[in-house]
């Protein structure tokens, strides 16, 4: 039941991405036309992305506001200066990468962590049951992304969570291209592993 579960998990989290993609490409196409890129704009097409990507990378629900807050501000301070020569949500994710480290590290200090009913992967009518082990495996795939450090967890969130393609992950990490396919096979490698010694799976995963 738990590795359907987490299936399930990775399952929803995907397709709310893959949704919040949609409408951010057809807001995003009108938004580029624009000789310059207007704050209002940027935000209202953003905010989703950059409120499930901070709590992915381990703010408490408790902080979210406040790290979202300050993700805002500084696109605010440096919107003027964004030159097209990455895509807008590759900078974006750039500044929510650096706040989120911050606020992170803070919790750290503070001993604070992250619950798994911080991420809300959204309901679905299913009995309290369900839901139960929902979190359970829920639980587990943000003790994985704790097991990795700040470059590979932030490859897994725009790989596995956002959906990004290999090419925008390479220019969102600066990173070489074949650098980025090795390294998507290989944090689906390592959850796979993560999920079957968590489980007791000895049969494999449906995610890997």
């Not at 991420?119 to 839901?131: E, L």
């Not at 450090?149 to 956002?162: H, K, P």
């Not at 968590?198 to 049969?203: A, M, P, S």
Request: glycine share 4%.
């Amino acid at each position: 039941m738990i590795i359907a579960a987490i299936y399930h998990v990775m399952t929803v989290i995907c397709a709310i991405a893959a949704l919040f993609q949609r409408h951010r490409s057809a807001a995003t196409t009108a938004t580029t036309a624009l000789a310059e890129y207007s704050f209002e704009a940027v935000y209202e097409e953003n905010f989703e992305f950059v409120w499930r990507t901070v709590g992915a990378f381990g703010v408490s629900l408790a902080q979210r506001d406040d790290a979202v807050q300050e993700v805002f501000i500084v696109i605010h301070r440096r919107l003027s200066a964004y030159t097209p020569e990455a895509s807008l949500r590759s900078w974006i994710f750039g500044i929510v990468r650096r706040v989120a480290r911050d606020f992170r590290r803070a919790q750290q200090r503070r001993g604070t962590k992250v619950a798994a009913t911080d991420v809300n992967v959204g309901a679905d009518g299913r009995d309290p049951y369900f839901h139960a082990t929902r979190n359970e495996a829920l639980s587990i795939v943000l003790a994985f992304a704790d097991t990795l450090d700040e470059e590979w967890r932030a490859l897994f969130i725009l790989s596995e969570l956002e959906q990004l393609s290999a090419p925008e992950i390479a220019a969102a990490m600066a990173l070489n291209l074949n650098t980025v396919y090795s390294r998507i096979r290989s944090v689906r490698s390592q959850l796979a592993k993560f999920m079957n010694e968590r489980t007791g799976d000895v049969q494999g995963v449906p995610y890997e």
